[in-house]
């Protein structure tokens, strides 16, 4: 690694706008208009010259040595950079910014990082793209609309491909989640900074512009209208900015189409109660609560309400009334919508997220007070999401939390995607429903036998994740070994598989290896 490169990833790790090198004075970091130290003792010639000769171009070598002014970009794992040296007053200054598209634009208030005039940056022609350039970029007229125009292009071949998201970041082409599996988008140009943030501002609401801004990562909601809805997320990160994009299908999945069981649908027609739908980040929770408020919207003639951050799904009244709220746009919070949604004469409530204590004893609450609470967890299994919940409270509280949920929660459905054989996910699903027996072994603690209960009471329409995943085994739908890898209980799998007749070996080999464990290095020769 180049010296100069741990000056440049402390750079972008702190969002500086420039660093300056300058003779018998310490190296500093342009941040926000602020000049902070980066070395404690000074610079002297040899030292920047040595720093700037290992990744010069031959013709800057023959300046730096000449000791004349000379500029070049530098293009490294954390990006391109404009590198300018020159002499004040009889003394050596270079000053390095981010190079976007060529030229030195990253500004602080009106101060601009380097200096006016552009940096060249030519290729031969007929040449590739140099790393992080945009292949064919060229000045426009409409700079925001060229952003948002590529963005759009992307965004449109993620759904084409039938992706489910994209991710774009500095130095790589596009990536899309197909099936599972990250996959390059071929014949396109590696990502640079510049060009990456324009096509992300061109498509933020200002708010979102401001949070980034401050916060350095930021949630919003894009749509091509006919096309799909887009639920992004912006970030900065080591390399520079980057964005994750996860495709919301422009028309609302119906029950029927997801082949939700007609047990869970049932929960629809409950006049109170909380449902809750649980699963990793990424495992359909929004689109199988969507189905279930399409259901309510279908069936009913309530008013809905749906807290959401962003709003995700858009609903169209059918015989309900919809009113969808967006956190930071709508509302201030998860906590202070619920809250305020009481008055408002719902029926039904949709929470995107139970985030914290308040908003979760709020939920329990509503829930107990004659309302249809739907919510969403990041647990795996319908037990973890009661040990979940009740963990969240203070111990003198918990023996009344377990009361009221024994008595509010009507259901828990967690599921998670496994990669169906032949192409595609497919969603597994854990079910777990209120029965008296379920609400005394959560009133009395005993949440460890809910998967025993979940087991014996299939005829009331529950199910456990293995028992749910053998049903995909047997039906050829998903490989033994996916439904291994997204067992959580994997050594009652193991059983079940096996007592089926299927074929485990591919177990032996890591078990061979996990008795082996990690290589010995090699004994040193006498």
Do not use: W
């Amino acid at each position: 690694m180049a010296q100069l490169d741990r000056l440049l990833s402390a750079m972008i790790t702190n969002r500086a706008d420039a660093i300056h090198l300058a003779e018998n004075d310490v190296a500093r970091m342009l941040v926000q208009g602020e000049q902070r130290p980066v070395t404690r003792a000074p610079l002297t010639v040899a030292q920047i010259v040595a720093l700037l000769r290992e990744v010069a171009p031959a013709d800057a070598v023959a300046h730096l040595d000449a000791g004349t002014p000379t500029t070049f970009r530098y293009d490294n794992a954390d990006g391109s950079f404009g590198v300018k040296l020159r002499t004040e007053n009889g003394s050596l200054r270079c000053s390095i910014a981010v190079d976007d598209h060529g030229m030195f634009q990253r500004m602080t208030g009106s101060l601009r990082a380097i200096t006016e005039e552009a940096v060249p940056s030519p290729a031969p022609t007929g040449s590739a793209p140099s790393p992080g350039v945009r292949a064919g970029a060229s000045p426009s007229a409409d700079p925001v609309g060229e952003a948002r125009a590529q963005i759009d292009e992307l965004l449109r071949a993620l759904v084409t491909k039938g992706g489910s998201d994209l991710h774009l970041r500095v130095g790589e082409p596009p990536i899309i989640r197909l099936h599972g599996e990250m996959v390059r988008l071929e014949g396109k140009p590696l990502l640079e900074n510049g060009f990456l943030e324009a096509m992300l501002t061109s498509i933020m609401p200002e708010r979102n512009k401001a949070e980034f801004r401050d916060r350095n990562d930021t949630d919003y909601a894009y749509e091509i209208e006919g096309i799909a809805r887009f639920r992004a997320n912006a970030m900065r990160e080591r390399k520079g900015v980057g964005a994750v994009f996860r495709v919301i299908p422009a028309t609302v999945v119906s029950v029927e189409q997801l082949k939700i069981p007609q047990e869970v649908q049932n929960l629809c027609h409950l006049t109170k109660g909380l449902v809750l739908v649980t699963g990793p980040t990424g495992s359909g929770k929004s689109t199988t609560l969507c189905s279930l408020v399409d259901l309510v919207n279908r069936l009913r003639t309530d008013h809905v309400i749906t807290i959401e951050d962003p709003i995700e799904f858009v609903h169209q009244n059918k015989n309900c009334i919809i009113t969808q709220r967006q956190v930071g746009v709508h509302t201030e919070s998860f906590k202070s919508a619920l809250r305020a949604a009481l008055r408002e004469d719902p029926d039904v409530i949709l929470v995107g997220e139970l985030r914290d204590l308040e908003t979760t004893s709020i939920a329990i609450e509503t829930a107990e007070t004659g309302h249809l609470v739907f919510g969403t967890l990041h647990t795996t299994t319908a037990a973890s999401t009661i040990d979940r919940i009740i963990d969240q409270f203070p111990a003198d509280r918990q023996d009344q939390i377990r009361t009221m949920l024994s008595e509010s929660l009507k259901g828990v459905i967690s599921q998670t995607l496994c990669k169906r054989i032949g192409g595609g996910r497919v969603a597994v699903r854990e079910i777990m429903l209120h029965t008296p027996a379920l609400a005394n072994l959560i009133r009395e603690g005993k949440t460890f036998q809910i998967p025993s209960m979940i087991q014996t009471s299939r005829k009331h329409g529950m199910i456990t994740l293995n028992d749910a995943l053998m049903d995909l085994v047997e039906r050829r739908q998903v490989e033994v070994k996916e439904a291994y890898a997204k067992a959580v209980d994997k050594p009652g799998l193991v059983g079940q598989l096996k007592s089926a007749g299927h074929d485990v070996a591919f177990l032996e080999g890591e078990d061979d290896a996990a008795k082996k464990g990690p290589p010995r290095p090699a004994a040193a020769k006498r």
